[in-house]
């Protein structure tokens, strides 16, 4: 996919459009936010990388503002050092897909980017059933069945499963899960989230012969066949 | 400070007209004079007003028994007292005059009638000749039955020296109640600032650094002794304060230096001595996690700034705490489960709270965090929360509280 990363840090920068190219991505930089509305509104994006204190009197948010006035729905990520809630409030109140606050790791922002644009082409059908091999989940009945057979989960485990369905193939990280999932905006210290992981395992895996849920190190999980 | 400025600042101090204490002398200077002047011209018009009415009082004494002899006796018995009056007259400074309706002179002390007369029936103050000599009298006319006009006054010249005897006592009393209400004044001034400068300079001392002064305190328990105790109370508060945010940045600064402490000497070691790509890419892995453990430390203390400064007063509204507690105990039951722990919870059906939501959740987990991480295995945590019946915070609408939080239990 053609990914637009505009970001003042060169450190940064580099990093993050090495990372994507070495995935596979085209990454188009700006160094700053007149370079980086300017080739924003010239050509056509999957997804976007903003940062939101740029050099040259454009800033991040304005960036923002001014694609969203002119119709552009092109997914915007947020990168910012600026990581407060009330600050990421703002950043999704301004138009914002998603925000990820400074430092971050490659695998979390990758992960979230994917899901972004993955979220943008799904957008358009509601689901009403999904499945992944022999695993299917019904949202009407909320129930689950593997292999013909008929599997009990917890309405949170549901959630949680219904979460990895809807990012079938892509790596999901234990903050995206506590934020689509759980709601929470924190760092819990603990593993929370791969205690709960492991639930679901013990009741959609553990009896099957092979395994759906994978565990992806330094990142966090996929669902996949 | 240089000697010359310090000379300059006392020396306009001196002179300074925006100066309170100045400003509390005039004040008094001025109370004491208008007070004083008050006074005494209540004594003088007193005085003054008294001794008219003296006057009056005997000439209309006089007239009253002219007038009954007159009508009892006729002109000629009038005559008689007239004649008599003045021949017992002691203070010498009785005035009668009686004239005939041809204008002839009847009887009386008086060689002519007084050449300003106005209506009779009134008083009058006018000069008359008297023993060849010019005094001021006051007088008073009453014309009796044919025409006889009948003259009774007061020789009032000692009045007249009276008042000015008075009238110069007051002016020397004027200019000593000036005098006073300048010295008064000024001694006002001094002793309000001593009261000031004694705050001042203790202030003064403290702004510059030396947080170990203190406002002395007289020990006579009165305003100065409580204004003096409060501030010293606010300085050893703030003392208090302060030794807390110099403990707490000790404590940051450690908590800081490990880990970068720690990612540091990995780095380094791995640098110098790994010998595999395996082993440093394993150093690596460690030193970034001590990197994100920095990253969480310093969150951690821009939260407790943003607490301290009450910045995130603005995220406070009012939800339900029964319900974020649940949600919580929900996403914590599974680790203790994991931990061979039993995490028992008692919490009401609602429980409205007015505060930060994202705080608080942040908080909980913490606390749960610790619970789970420090309790021995098979244990219970409880977790309850009930509402109590006195409001804890003023400020809130939905005045209630949490009580008791969290018991681990062995």
């Known amino acids: ?225 | 400070m240089s000697m010359f400025q310090r000379l300059v600042q006392t020396h306009f101090r001196k002179v300074r007209i925006q100066s309170v204490s100045l400003r509390f002398g005039l004040v008094y200077s001025a109370l004491f004079i208008s007070s004083s002047v008050l006074f005494l011209s209540f004594v003088w018009w007193g005085t003054i007003g008294l001794l008219e009415q003296r006057v009056r009082h005997s000439i209309t004494l006089d007239a009253h028994a002219m007038l009954t002899e007159w009508t009892r006796e006729g002109i000629l018995g009038l005559e008689n007292l007239i004649s008599n009056r003045l021949a017992q007259d002691i203070d010498d400074n009785a005035i009668y005059l009686l004239s005939a309706p041809d204008g002839k002179l009847l009887a009386g002390n008086l060689a002519h009638w007084p050449a300003r007369l106005d209506s009779p029936q009134s008083w009058q103050t006018l000069p008359v000749l008297r023993d060849g000599q010019l005094n001021l009298a006051q007088v008073r006319i009453w014309t009796l039955q044919g025409d006889y006009h009948l003259l009774i006054g007061r020789d009032i010249s000692e009045r007249t020296q009276i008042q000015r005897m008075l009238t110069d006592a007051m002016l020397w009393t004027c200019l000593m109640v000036g005098l006073l209400a300048v010295g008064g004044g000024w001694v006002v001034r001094a002793l309000f600032r001593r009261i000031i400068h004694s705050i001042n300079r203790t202030t003064l001392a403290i702004t510059q650094g030396d947080m170990s002064r203190r406002i002395p305190v007289s020990g006579t328990g009165d305003e100065l002794d409580d204004v003096a105790l409060t501030i010293n109370q606010m300085l050893d508060r703030i003392t208090r304060l302060m030794d807390g945010v110099k403990q707490v940045s000790n404590s940051i600064a450690h908590d800081l230096r490990t880990p970068i402490a720690r990612a540091r000497a990995e780095l380094e070691d791995a640098s110098n001595s790994a010998t595999s790509e395996q082993a440093l890419r394993a150093a690596i892995d460690q030193a970034v996690i001590n990197l994100d453990n920095v990253t969480g430390i310093c969150e951690a203390l821009l939260r407790i700034a943003q607490i301290e400064a009450g910045t995130r007063r603005s995220a406070f509204a009012i939800f339900d705490l029964a319900t974020t507690l649940r949600d919580m105990a929900e996403l914590y039951e599974a680790v203790a489960d994991d931990h061979d722990l039993e995490l028992h919870t008692d919490l009401p059906a609602h429980l409205s709270f007015w505060g930060d939501q994202a705080m608080f959740q942040q908080a909980l987990a913490n606390i749960l965090d610790n619970a789970i991480k420090f309790s021995p295995p098979h244990g219970t945590i409880s977790l309850s929360a009930r509402e109590l019946p006195a409001p804890l915070s003023r400020n809130g609408p939905a005045p209630s509280a949490l009580r008791s939080w969290i018991a681990v239990l062995a």
């Not at chain 1, 997914?75 to 950043?91: F, N, Y």
């Not at chain 1, 369905?165 to 210290?189: A, C, I, K, N, S």
Request: some cysteine; hydrophobic content about 40%.
């Open chain 1, 1 to 225: 996919m053609r990914v637009l990363l505009i970001e003042d840090d060169q450190t940064v920068r580099n990093f993050v459009a090495k990372g994507l190219s070495e995935a596979g991505h085209l990454v188009e930089q700006a160094a700053d936010g007149k370079q980086g509305l300017a080739l924003a509104c010239q050509d056509k994006f999957d997804v976007i990388i903003l940062d939101r204190m740029l050099p040259g009197g454009v800033e991040g948010l304005h960036i923002l503002e001014t694609l969203r006035r002119e119709g552009n729905l092109t997914p915007v990520l947020l990168l910012s050092a600026l990581a407060d809630v009330d600050e990421k409030v703002a950043g999704l109140k301004a138009g914002g897909d998603d925000y990820v606050s400074k430092p971050f790791s490659f695998s979390e922002l990758q992960a979230r980017l994917e899901a972004l644009v993955r979220r943008n082409r799904n957008e358009a059908q509601p689901l009403t059933k999904m499945n992944v091999g022999d695993l299917e989940i019904d949202l009407l009945s909320r129930s689950v069945r593997r292999g013909g057979q008929k599997i009990d989960l917890q309405p949170r485990e549901f959630r949680l499963l219904e979460f990895l369905m809807r990012h079938t193939g892509q790596v999901v990280t234990r903050t995206m899960l506590l934020e689509g999932v759980w709601d929470y905006h924190f760092d819990p210290q603990t593993n929370v989230i791969d205690v709960h992981i492991s639930r679901l395992r013990q009741k959609i895996d553990k009896p099957f012969e092979h395994a759906l849920v994978h565990t992806i190190r330094n990142a966090g999980y996929m669902l996949q066949e």
